[in-house]
């Protein structure tokens, strides 16, 4: 029987997983959300049964992107990945979480200014800041992971408007997890 691990970035993100599900919170940006998701993932048992399902806000980097999205692809956007190329290294840059064609861009950086958003949109539909990480820590596990993604903003100044957004999107999560995984699993 598979049961999940709900990994997040803030609590406010999952105010409406219901009871049941194990959720881990791993703060803001890829460094914590690598380390807390590996340490979640660390000597468990049942990593053989287990799902990761990262909920999260992500910004829009099109116009006219809005509501719910299940990740395909998800893309380390603040990485040189040429430049590692050239030294030789394979930088997996894209990692394949699924099989729809939503790509995420993860990376550190807080998206608010409108060239940034340009050059992202060239590759990818939403941006978050802990998606890479999480998908990198389960994979290095060999835990399957599903991506789940609201749009809370539009990757603009907007962004900024996020604690006043996310409990709608939080609420529209919830209702995803309690579709698609059961009313709880351990």
Do not use: C
Request: without cysteine; negative net charge.
């Amino acid at each position: 029987m598979t049961s999940y691990l709900i990994v997040a970035a803030a609590k406010a993100e999952t105010a409406y997983v219901p009871d049941g599900f194990e959720v881990v919170l791993t703060g803001i940006g890829k460094t914590p959300a690598a380390v807390t998701t590996a340490r979640a993932l660390a000597g468990r048992d049942d990593l053989a049964d287990l799902t990761v399902v990262n909920l999260g806000t992500a910004g829009a980097l099109r116009d006219g992107l809005e509501g719910l999205f299940e990740v395909g692809e998800v893309l380390n956007h603040d990485l040189n990945a040429d430049a590692i190329r050239a030294l030789g290294y394979d930088p997996r840059e894209r990692l394949q979480v699924g099989p729809g064609e939503t790509v995420l861009a993860s990376g550190d950086l807080f998206v608010t200014d409108p060239t940034d958003r340009a050059r992202l949109a060239q590759q990818a539909h939403l941006v978050d800041m802990e998606g890479y990480a999480v998908a990198w820590a389960a994979q290095s596990f060999g835990v399957p992971i599903r991506m789940v993604k609201h749009v809370s903003d539009n990757a603009d100044e907007s962004a900024m408007s996020w604690p006043e957004q996310v409990d709608a999107s939080a609420k529209v999560l919830g209702d995803w997890v309690i579709e698609n995984l059961g009313p709880g699993s351990t």
